[in-house]
């Protein structure tokens, strides 16, 4: 009889099995999750990033976030200054061409025209571009809007931009090499191009603090696909990182080389302080580690390094 009753587990051997069993299925279940969730993210496509960041800022516009909230009068009052503190500008760009490129949102558009520019808005997102339409109809502003990639200016006359202002967003495109080249072709000889990226060491890191201190490498400086999206979101994180969008990482030889290369010489690079509203803000906590953002001043020139009979002597040389 004993021996019978020794075959079949007793109910408490029964439950402990189950919950192994159970434990099992979910670790399993997860792990097929994060792999597909893994996969579905490093085999994008060409049209499935355009396509998610658009509908990222799409959602972003409608739910008002704080990228895209337009100029307040304050701003407007002096926007030259609000644009450009740094005075990278000059002293004024009234009546120059300027290029607002992927930058939608009513913000830039707006200062840049209160400032006496003739200006054209590029961006994907039509709901981004509606609120350039809607401030520029409230404000009084003229404004040429455009819906395309930052990677398709075909409809820009070359030569046609003094001024391109490039807000952070080629982390959204895999090649920065090529939106660099768009921008070359219609910017004129002698014009200017400032932009922002997202410092590829900040994309690399983490977004939260570890717990043992300090801030983790977590991703590969050399990579192609776009960089895994953040494993939760806590406030830091979505002011690091735009929840869902597609991310590319680019590296410094392709950011400033990638420029130079393109057809500009670099005249002055800064990195915007976010480390300064003190211990309490994480944000200013992990950017006292690690810059999030790379601000450039780049110049066109008329005779590009890489360009037929251009200059390939790669000695620097002190021109006076
Ligand atoms: C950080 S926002 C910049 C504008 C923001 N309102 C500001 O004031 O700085 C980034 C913009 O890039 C746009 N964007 C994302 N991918 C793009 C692409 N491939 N081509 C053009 N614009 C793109 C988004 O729709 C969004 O409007």
Redesign the pocket.
């Known amino acids: 009889m004993t021996k019978v009753l020794a075959k079949f587990p007793s109910r408490g051997q029964v439950r402990s099995k189950t919950r192994k069993i159970l434990i099992k299925t979910v670790l399993f279940l997860k792990k097929y999750v994060k792999t597909v969730a893994h996969l579905a993210h490093s085999s994008m496509n060409r049209f499935d990033?355009?396509r998610v960041?658009?509908d990222?800022?799409?959602n972003m516009?409608t739910a008002q976030n704080p990228?895209?909230?337009p100029a307040t009068d304050a701003e407007l009052a002096n926007p030259l200054q609000t644009v450009d503190a740094a005075g990278w500008l000059g002293k004024s760009i009234a009546g120059k061409q300027v290029l607002c490129?992927?930058?939608?949102?009513?913000?830039?558009s707006s200062l840049y025209a209160a400032a006496g520019a003739e200006v054209t808005v590029?961006?994907?997102?039509p709901a981004?571009l509606e609120l350039d339409r809607r401030v520029a109809a409230q404000r009084n502003f003229s404004l040429r809007v455009f819906e395309?990639?930052?990677?398709d200016l075909s409809m820009l006359a070359a030569s046609s931009f003094d001024i391109v202002i490039h807000?952070?967003?080629t982390c959204?495109?895999p090649d920065i090499g090529k939106v660099f080249q768009q921008v070359a072709r219609v910017t004129r000889p002698g014009g200017v191009y400032v932009s922002q990226h997202k410092q590829p060491g900040s994309l690399q890191a983490s977004t939260d603090r570890h717990p043992d201190g300090g801030y983790r490498i977590e991703h590969r400086y050399y990579r192609d696909n776009p960089v895994p999206p953040p494993k939760q979101m806590t406030k830091n994180t979505g002011r690091l990182r735009?929840s869902g969008?597609i991310e590319y990482l680019h590296r410094w030889e392709q950011i400033i080389g990638g420029m130079c290369q393109s057809g500009f010489v670099i005249e002055a690079l800064s990195e915007p302080r976010h480390d300064q509203a003190g211990p309490s803000s994480p944000f200013a906590d992990r950017a006292s580690f690690v810059a999030p953002y790379v601000r450039i001043k780049a110049r066109r020139i008329a005779n590009p390094i890489n360009a037929p009979g251009g200059n390939r002597d790669s000695t620097p040389k002190l021109i006076l």
Do not use: F, W
Request: aromatic share 8%; charged share 20%; net charge negative.
């Open positions: 990033y355009q960041n658009r990222v800022y799409d516009a990228l895209c909230r490129l992927a930058a939608g949102g009513g913000r830039q590029i961006d994907i997102s981004m395309t990639t930052m990677e807000p952070v967003s959204y495109v735009e969008a």
